[in-house]
């Protein structure tokens, strides 16, 4: 009941920035957070940063200050500028939203984009 979408991703060099965005959109009453994970090959899906409906935001150590996480609670939209991108940060990234449903019993919802690929190479 609750479509979540990605986009953004691509190729990228060493050092470079690129902005990805995520949607959320369909039978939505509130949502509680919204955020960003990632997973290479091989790894296990990571939390890259996440921001809640107030403001609140976590990031993964590894991005700490090089990403950043944003929010319109209007579109119930995401954004996450990553700068100074590195070949390590090469991954699918997901995004994930949280809260309740529209329906009699504000039933919690918890859903997944189908990710969009990050590549940083030369």
């Known amino acids: 009941q609750v479509r979540v979408v990605e986009s953004g991703g691509g190729l990228v060099q060493p050092g470079g920035s690129l902005r990805l965005s995520c949607a959320a959109s369909?039978?939505?009453?509130?949502?509680?957070?919204m955020g960003w994970y990632r997973q290479a090959p091989g790894n296990e899906r990571e939390l890259v940063a996440f921001?809640?409906?107030?403001?609140?935001?976590n990031y993964g150590d590894s991005v700490k200050g090089r990403f950043t996480i944003s929010r319109d609670n209007a579109q119930n939209t995401v954004y996450l500028q990553m700068n100074s991108l590195k070949p390590e940060d090469s991954a699918v990234y997901y995004c994930?939203?949280?809260?309740?449903?529209?329906?009699?019993?504000?039933?919690?919802?918890?859903?997944w984009g189908q990710g969009t690929q990050v590549t940083v190479s030369a």
């Open positions: 994930k939203a949280g809260g309740r449903l529209r329906n009699y019993n504000r039933s919690v919802f918890d859903s």
């Open positions: 369909g039978n939505i009453f509130s949502i509680s957070g």
């Open positions: 921001i809640t409906s107030g403001g609140s935001t």
